[in-house]
Nanobody
C-alpha cells in the first residue's frame, strides 16, 4: 500500500531553521509532482511550495527567499529546508505526492497526503 510520511518538525525560536522530510513507500512506479502545504489553527490549508519530477520549483510569496524545496527520486523523498522562521510559520506541514502506482496489475495515478508534522516557532 502506498504511504507518504513526514518528519523533521519541532520547536524552534524565531530566526532558526528546520528541515522537513517526506518519504514515500509501497507499490510506487513513479512519483510525479510533489508539494508542501501547511495549516495553522483556525486557518485553511495553504500551499508552500511545489516541485516537478524534473526539479522545477515554485514558491508561495511568504516562502520565497526563506524556504527551499528539493527532492531525491532514488530515495522517493522530498524535503523542505526552512530558514529565518517566524512565529507566523507555526503550523502543521503536510506533504502531497502525485504518485503512479500498481493495483491489481493496472497503473493508477493519485494524490497521496502525509499525516503532517508540527512546526512551532516561538518568539
Amino acid at each position: 500500500q502506498v504511504q507518504v510520511v513526514e518528519s523533521g518538525g519541532g520547536l524552534v525560536q524565531a530566526g532558526g531553521s528546520l528541515r522537513l522530510s517526506c518519504v514515500g513507500s509501497g507499490s510506487i512506479i513513479v512519483i510525479n509532482d510533489m508539494a508542501w502545504y501547511r495549516q495553522a489553527p483556525g486557518n485553511q490549508r495553504e500551499l508552500v511550495a511545489t516541485i516537478t519530477r524534473n526539479g522545477i520549483t515554485n514558491y508561495s510569496e511568504f516562502a520565497k527567499g526563506r524556504f527551499t524545496i528539493s527532492r531525491d527520486n532514488a530515495k522517493k523523498a522530498v524535503y523542505l529546508q526552512m530558514r529565518m522562521l517566524q512565529p507566523e510559520d507555526t503550523a502543521v506541514y503536510y506533504c502531497k505526492a502525485d504518485i503512479s502506482d500498481l493495483i491489481s496489475g493496472r497503473i493508477r495515478r493519485l494524490d497521496y497526503w502525509g499525516q503532517g508534522t508540527q512546526v512551532t516557532v516561538s518568539s
